[in-house]
């Protein structure tokens, strides 16, 4: 399995997964034509993408869906209740609705509930063979009962949205403030090293830090407070900060 950021930060979020059979996106927060530009400077015709995961329909995690699905027809695995959110912008017989595990072709997705302010919210296990990637943007805690299962896997691509003194001390109005540091609203860098730091394991070979803000953080910040949390542990695992704007190198897991 392969997998590449391709954006990630408030101005949009998606992410590519391939294996030998099977190309999906995870999120498509983009416009149509920035995903099919970062598809095809992989050498990936867009046609190919078999099917779209969406983890929440807020615009920076469906900005592109609906050009992308009238050219190049993948199908779209969602939620009824994200379907309800949608079903103005997107036909029903695009969309398989999911409710617990499901295959797209030979990746297994398994999906969980995160906590955040839209109709509904899933992160996402995507696992081929023994490779397994865990994708968790958007939440503002992650209930301990998904530890066992999100445990111990292969790569990670893990929200650090904000520092918060950043946060705090920075220009946003105070009900803002308020929304990004509650239960239903994004990890801290503090808040992602600490359940990074339950979830790792020996078999763990990436991390890649996701959704960070412009505005309250920065990669320099959010990836000193994993790294001095990996540390702490004696982990050593490849690390890297996702681009509002520029794609990860293709990482093969």
Do not use: W
């Not at 416009?31 to 190919?48: G, H, V």
């Not at 912008?89 to 595990?101: A, M, R, T």
């Not at 997705?109 to 906590?115: R, Y």
């Amino acid at each position: 399995m392969k997998f590449s950021v391709l954006a990630s930060g408030s101005t949009g979020n998606a992410t590519f997964v391939e294996t030998k059979k099977t190309k999906v996106l995870i999120d498509i927060g983009m416009s149509c034509l920035y995903i099919e530009k970062k598809l095809k400077n992989m050498d990936i015709d867009p046609d190919e993408i078999d099917g779209i995961i969406i983890t929440h329909t807020h615009t920076d995690h469906i900005a592109g869906l609906k050009v992308f699905l009238k050219k190049h027809h993948p199908t779209l695995f969602i939620t009824k209740k994200m379907y309800n959110d949608l079903k103005n912008v997107i036909y029903k017989d695009e969309c398989v609705f999911i409710d617990g595990k499901f295959m797209i072709n030979d990746i297994e997705v398994t999906p969980f509930g995160l906590s955040h302010d839209a109709p509904d919210t899933n992160g996402y296990i995507l696992t081929n063979g023994t490779s397994s990637l865990v994708y968790v943007t958007d939440t503002g805690y992650i209930n301990n009962k998904h530890f066992d299962l999100l445990s111990n896997k292969t790569a990670y691509i893990f929200e650090s949205n904000h520092d918060v003194k950043m946060l705090m001390d920075g220009s946003y109005q105070y009900h803002l403030k308020q929304r990004i540091i509650s239960d239903r609203g994004h990890l801290s860098n503090k808040d992602s090293s600490y359940y990074l730091s339950k979830l790792i394991g020996n078999d763990t070979k990436y991390i890649v830090l996701a959704h960070l803000s412009k505005e309250n953080n920065t990669p320099d910040i959010a990836l000193k407070t994993l790294l001095n949390m990996l540390d702490e542990k004696d982990f050593k695992i490849a690390t890297l900060v996702a681009s509002p704007n520029e794609r990860t190198d293709l990482i093969a897991i």
